[in-house]
Structures are given as C-alpha cells and as structure tokens.
C-alpha cells in the first residue's frame, strides 16, 4: 500500500526513478508471481495483486497491469467473491464494515480496474485457469494471455 502513497511521478535530482519505489516494485511483483502464491490465493494476496496492478496502470505499464489483472481475476473467481453480494445487505449508516462487505467492496474494486485496463487498451479481462499444475509454464502462460486479446 505504501506504494500506491507515494507520488507517482517523483525523481529525484539526477532525473532517475525513485529506488525505493522501484525496489518495492519489484519486491512486491516477484512475490505475486511465486507459483506457490498464486495456487494459495487468499484475499490478502487478491488485495497486493490489485494494488500491483493499479502501481503498474499508473506508470503507463499497460501489458504487466493486464497480465497481473487476468491473474487477480482468476483468484478472485476461484475463491468465489463474486457470489458475496447475494447474501449481504448495505451496512447500517456509520456502521464498521464486515468481513463479508469488506470482500464485496475488492471485488468492485477488481471490476471497476478491470473495466478501465480494457478501457484503456482494447482487451477483455479473460480469467485463466490457475487449477492446471503446469499454469506457471511460461509458454502456456504467454499463449493463455495472448488468447486473452481481442
């Protein structure tokens, strides 16, 4: 979250990225894509995948904020948020939000960002299939994303 705080556009003197945003960055991306991550996905990881790939929309990285989008749409439905709605009411004024109202509010997040990357470029959000053991292939991922493409 710390990222997404920060200026988007702040250099310092020599005119060269922020380090600390571009080692964050990094950090935070290499994590996301750890086959173990992603076959575990739980709603904390949903969340980091979201915030990464608004960061990268933000800094005109187009591809990898789709490609972390179709990701992040592929958790979301195998854990099912979608379905949250149905059996939630809107909080009381004022109240604390549930767990429940909490998950309802990052799945419209995942949809409001999904629809601005197609927006943006022209793609669909395609959900991939995570639940295959070789997903995390490359090539077949590569494939898979370029399917994704109208």
Request: hydrophobic share 40%; aromatic share 8%.
């Amino acid at each position: 979250m710390s990222m997404l705080t920060r200026p988007l556009m702040s250099k310092d003197s020599n005119d060269e990225p922020d380090a600390l945003r571009e080692s964050m960055y990094a950090t935070v991306k290499r994590l996301f894509w750890e086959p173990a991550t992603i076959h575990e996905a739980t709603t904390t990881i949903i969340k980091a995948g979201l915030f990464l790939s608004i960061y990268e929309y933000g800094q005109a990285m187009l591809n990898p904020s789709y490609m972390t989008m179709n990701i992040c749409s592929s958790m979301a439905q195998i854990r099912q948020l979608g379905g949250v709605h149905d059996s939630l009411g809107l909080p009381p004024f004022g109240a604390e939000s549930s767990k429940g109202h909490d998950i309802l509010k990052l799945w419209w997040g995942l949809k409001i960002h999904e629809r601005m990357i197609s927006l943006e470029n022209g793609y669909a959000i395609k959900p991939i299939n995570l639940d295959e053991a070789e997903i995390m292939d490359n090539d077949r991922l590569s494939h898979d994303l370029e399917s994704a493409k109208p």
